[in-house]
T-cell receptor, first 113, second 111 residues
Framework: DTEVTQTPKHLVMGMTNKKSLKCEQH?????MYWYKQKAKKPPELMFV???????INESVPSRFSPECPNSSLLNLHLHALQPEDSALYLC????????????FGPGTRLTVL | DAKTTQPNSMESNEEEPVHLPCNHS???????IHWYRQLPSQGPEYVIH???SNVNNRMASLAIAEDRKSSTLILHRATLRDAAVYYC????????????FGQGTTLQVKP
């Protein structure tokens, strides 16, 4: 199984809502990532988890809260988002060494009203 | 963080080779050069990576300049399914695997 799954595929939320994005992989990878991609722009790294511990936070606002409950799951909790947070949120996984490819999920398309 | 520079767009004819260039003049000695592509409405997909030597796999070839300040992704016979945004990326030398995406090259393949 070389697939990274993400749910939901689409999410519409208001600025006062709380929602969560989920990501799952069963490749035994010990590094997992969240990226944000705005339309016609490259993906931008948000968070990196290595061995279930947060290793990189790219100065992401606290309204985005990542969680890695185990080595197969990665969540992104959303609270009090702004319309400019509307984007495609991509999850990826890899072994945490240089040179190892990252496997990306299809993303969650988030719209904040 | 070291950055990459790519042309915004390129065109190719179907079944012809395509050479996608990338400049990374500030690369450090242990940074890996990765290429990913993103088809419409999909997440990025790994294509190939290398450190110093040229690399081949079933999807493409990667030619790395001797000084490592530039590289070229080679698609030997472009198909319509190869139309995508191609990203040249430097993977920072660490155990976190941080990828720094450049702006990418949009490849159009004409039948």
């Amino acid at each position: 199984d070389t697939e990274v799954t993400q749910t939901p595929k689409h999410l519409v939320m208001g600025m006062t809502n709380k929602k969560s994005l989920k990501c799952e992989q069963h490749m035994g990878h010990r590094a997992m990532y969240w990226y944000k991609q705005k339309a016609k722009k490259p993906p931008e790294l948000m968070f990196v988890y290595s061995y279930e511990k947060l290793s990189i936070n790219e100065s992401v606002p606290s309204r985005f809260s990542p969680e890695c409950p185990n080595s197969s799951l990665l969540n992104l909790h959303l609270h009090a988002l702004q319309p400019e947070d509307s984007a495609l949120y991509l999850c990826a996984s890899s072994q945490p060494f240089e040179g190892n490819e990252q496997f990306f999920g299809p993303g969650t398309r988030l719209t904040v009203l | 963080d070291a950055k990459t520079t790519q042309p915004n767009s390129m065109e190719s004819n179907e079944e012809e080779p395509v050479h996608l260039p990338c400049n990374h003049s500030t690369i450090s000695g242990t940074d890996y050069i990765h290429w990913y592509r993103q088809l419409p409405s999909q997440g990025p997909e790994y294509v190939i990576h290398g450190l110093t030597s040229n690399v081949n796999n079933r999807m493409a070839s990667l030619a790395i300049a001797e000084d490592r300040k530039s590289s070229t992704l080679i698609l030997h016979r472009a198909t319509l399914r190869d139309a995508a945004v191609y990203y040249c990326i430097l993977r920072v030398s660490s155990n976190t695997g941080k990828l720094i995406f450049g702006q990418g090259t949009t490849l159009q393949v004409k039948p």
